[in-house]
């Protein structure tokens, strides 16, 4: 079982910046693969990001390839959302999951979070 609660949401000018934290408990973090979804209305989730149990292996989506970075601090059992260079089109809701395997598939996670809201200004 794998509880996720994330933070770090809120409201930025295009170009900025904002890093989303994801707090994972559970004994089972270190094992797992996480990833990042987004959510804007009237659209159907969509992956964003993800990193195997390890850190060692990372995958993005095309839109935010050079722009945002996922990691993982296993002493923290958290996973981060690095976004740069932020554009109106990212403004969703994102969501942290936990999955067995690394995937860009929404129906391979078993743990999600509550997500967290991210508005870009232009």
């Known amino acids: 079982q794998v509880q996720l609660v994330e933070s770090g949401g809120g409201l930025v000018q295009a170009g900025g910046s904002l890093r989303l934290s994801c707090a994972a408990s559970g004994r089972t973090f270190s094992s797992v693969a996480m990833g990042w979804f987004r959510q804007a209305p009237g659209k159907e989730r969509e992956f964003v990001a993800a990193?195997?149990?390890?850190?060692?292996?990372?995958n993005y989506a095309d839109s935010v390839k050079g722009r945002f970075t996922i990691s993982r601090d296993a002493a923290k059992n958290t996973v981060y959302l690095q976004m740069n260079s932020l554009k109106p089109e990212d403004t969703a809701v994102y969501y942290c999951?936990?999955?067995?395997?690394?995937?860009?598939?929404?129906?391979?996670?078993?743990?999600w979070g509550q997500g967290t809201q991210v508005t870009v200004s232009s």
């Open positions: 999951a936990a999955a067995p395997r690394s995937s860009s598939y929404t129906g391979r996670y078993d743990y």
């Open positions: 990193i195997n149990w390890s850190g060692g292996r990372t």
